[in-house]
């Protein structure tokens, strides 16, 4: 029907949306002007036929008239090119689908093909080509030319296999710890990622293996890295740096490669196997270490606090919990430190910005040669430290008086799990009780007992337990939704606390009004809540005005400077009571306000302009048998 793909997309296009500028589709096909230009042209020849064509509006842009006439032409399309939602809409989009079709293409790709496939012209496709190019120079891979037959990316595995990992999956969008992409799908779409991530949990169980969610999905990603290239006979040129590790993480991997070969009918060589290793093993934490290790790393530990009270003054020598921690975190550098070297730390960039004190003082405490030799710091490196050092920064000003309990989920590891919560601790001190800090794969497989409230890094899907996801780049933000919660729960007490079970009833037994106030009012008297005259104002207010407000409910009430306290009697009627001529409630709030406490009222009125419009809900308290159904009718 259309002589290229652009022209059946820009039809799509018109077809549904009602005017198009040409500013606007020249951005988003990546062309000039001029050519939108030629191909309204040539579509409007196509659509001569269907006496449909598309015309020019000034100021407002393209428009499609005869749409009914191009209905069926429209849906045929629509069942071969996909959906122009999921279609490609950026530069940036068709330059990342470029880099992905080179990387997986096994012979080259000619121009036209590129073309096809990403909906540009040549002349885009070459200057794309130019920018990846400039890309992977830095990865020491090169993008070669045949004349008349096309394109393709050649250079070390090992390299192709790091761009796949940090330019074609995405790792800064906030669920990448709890949820595959679209992307990721895409891209691995012959490989079962949830199955592959249920693996790697089964055989390294987070109660075993200290490994971070961040590191840990990222082990998932080079996983199915290895399979996508090993399954097309992509082998690494040269063996990685291979280090020892202990027998149970060594059984763990054997077993876990051994069951991902049998599924996918491939077989990893030595090389793959140990490039595998690496990027599990920089990220796992020894289970057990030497005594001549365990003094070696505190030795180290205690001369680098040292260091930072000597230079600074910070004393930070006796918190435990840091201690403990950066033997953690320095316990596999003896084995690693020549891996480690090119770890990358994500949060570099955020830390340096946001905890530069602290960021100061790692500096300052790995600066020192006498104590250096078996430990080389990058900046990376000593990034983490420094979250490590914030957090024992915040612990000290901590004076903890715990209330609500509260776990902590981070997916980026000890170091940031530690700074979040001695955040929450500084500025919640009263508040909470930090009953635990997990990572998102232990949190998955946790029986959660005697917790009020989750704090999360990673989005969660809990009903039966409030959940505050909090982004550890914007930590005020995060503290800011926790304060709005706890107002709303401070509010929502508030309002609870006007009801006592000893001021409630449920009665089958037919009443009067004046009757049941009188009864009411003298158990409010007996409590020491109203005055001897306070059932009689009562009766006098409901004489001037009724107050049934629906046909379920009644706010009986009195203006009276004599009453102690704010209570609301709630009474449950399963026999109607007439209150007035041709009226009659099941529902009865007796309210008796104090002179100084009117304010409280104002939360009661709120959910009571809510309930007089919810009739299922005012049936549901009036079918309440015991005070506490009553409460849960009222969340």
């Not at 063996?239 to 202990?246: P, R, T």
């Not at 550890?472 to 929502?492: P, T, Y």
């Not at 009801?499 to 009443?511: C, H, M, R, S, W």
């Not at 009195?558 to 399963?574: G, R």
């Amino acid at each position: 029907m259309f002589a290229y793909k652009r022209l059946a997309q820009l039809f799509q296009r018109l077809y549904i949306e009602k005017n198009c500028s040409s500013e606007k589709l020249a951005s988003d096909f990546s062309v000039s002007k001029r050519t939108i230009r030629n191909d309204i042209h040539e579509l409007n020849e196509s659509l001569e036929t269907y006496h449909s064509k598309v015309i020019l509006k000034r100021g407002v842009g393209y428009e499609l008239l005869g749409k009914e006439n191009v209905q069926a032409l429209f849906n045929e399309l629509n069942e071969q090119l996909p959906p122009v939602e999921q279609q490609l809409e950026s530069s940036e989009d068709r330059i990342k689908q470029l880099l992905l079709l080179l990387l997986l293409s096994e012979q080259e790709l000619s121009i036209d093909e590129m073309c096809n496939q990403i909906f540009v012209g040549r002349t885009t496709v070459l200057g794309y080509i130019r920018q990846l190019r400039l890309l992977l120079a830095s990865y020491n891979l090169k993008i070669t030319s045949k004349i008349n037959i096309g394109y393709k990316v050649v250079g070390d595995e090992s390299a192709i296999r790091e761009v796949i990992s940090d330019q074609l999956v995405e790792k800064n969008f906030e669920s990448y710890i709890s949820q595959f992409s679209k992307n990721e799908s895409e891209l691995f779409k012959d490989i079962d990622l949830e199955e592959l991530a249920g693996s790697v949990t089964e055989y390294f169980p987070p109660d075993k293996y200290k490994i971070s969610d961040y590191n840990r999905k990222n082990f998932v990603i080079h996983l199915a890295i290895a399979i996508l290239r090993v399954k097309n006979d992509h082998h690494l040129d040269v063996i990685a740096n291979h280090f020892m590790i202990d027998d149970g993480i060594q059984s763990a991997t054997t077993t876990l490669l051994t069951a991902i070969e049998k599924k996918y009918q491939l077989s990893f060589d030595q090389q793959d196997r140990t490039w595998l290793y690496n990027h599990l093993f920089s990220d796992l934490q020894h289970k057990s270490y030497s005594s001549h290790q365990i003094e070696k790393i505190y030795t180290f530990i205690d001369q680098m606090l040292g260091e930072i009270y000597e230079i600074i003054g910070e004393d930070l020598k006796h918190d435990e919990i840091l201690r403990n921690d950066l033997f953690t975190h320095f316990s596999s550098y003896l084995t690693l430190k020549e891996l480690l070297k090119n770890k990358k730390n994500p949060l570099l960039p955020e830390i340096k910005k946001n905890f530069s004190y602290a960021f100061e003082l790692a500096i300052l405490a790995t600066n020192n040669s006498k104590w250096l030799n078996d430990f080389e710091f990058t900046e990376d490196d000593i990034g983490y430290l420094a979250l490590h050092i914030a957090a024992a920064i915040e612990r000290k000003k901590d004076q903890q008086q715990n209330k609500k309990r509260i776990l902590v989920v981070c997916g980026q590891g000890v170091s940031t799990s530690r700074l979040i919560e001695a955040m929450l601790k500084k500025r919640f001190a009263e508040r909470f009780e930090i009953v635990d800090t997990i990572s998102y794969t232990a949190y998955q497989t946790k029986e959660l007992e005697n917790v009020d409230l989750l704090i999360s890094t990673v989005p969660l899907k809990d009903k039966t337990i409030p959940v505050v996801q909090i982004d550890f780049l914007d930590i005020k933000q995060g503290m800011e939704k926790i304060d709005r919660l706890l107002a709303a729960e401070d509010e929502k007490q508030t309002f609870f606390s006007l009801f006592d079970p000893t001021l409630f009833a449920v009665n089958n037994q037919k009443i009067s009004r004046d009757h049941l106030i009188t009864s009411l009012g003298a158990i409010l008297l007996e409590q020491g809540i109203v005055s001897n005259d306070f059932t009689k104002k009562v009766i006098e207010r409901e004489q001037i005005a009724p107050t049934n407000i629906t046909k379920l409910i009644a706010i009986p009430h009195a203006i009276d400077s004599t009453i102690n306290e704010t209570k609301i009697f709630v009474y449950i009627s399963t026999e109607p009571i007439t209150w007035r001529e041709n009226a009659t409630v099941k529902i009865i709030f007796l309210l008796a306000v104090a002179e100084d406490d009117k304010e409280k009222l104002q939360t009661f009125f709120e959910f009571l302009s809510d309930l007089v419009e919810d009739e299922k809900l005012q049936q549901k308290i009036a079918a309440t048998t015991n005070f506490d159904s009553f409460l849960a009718a009222m969340v």
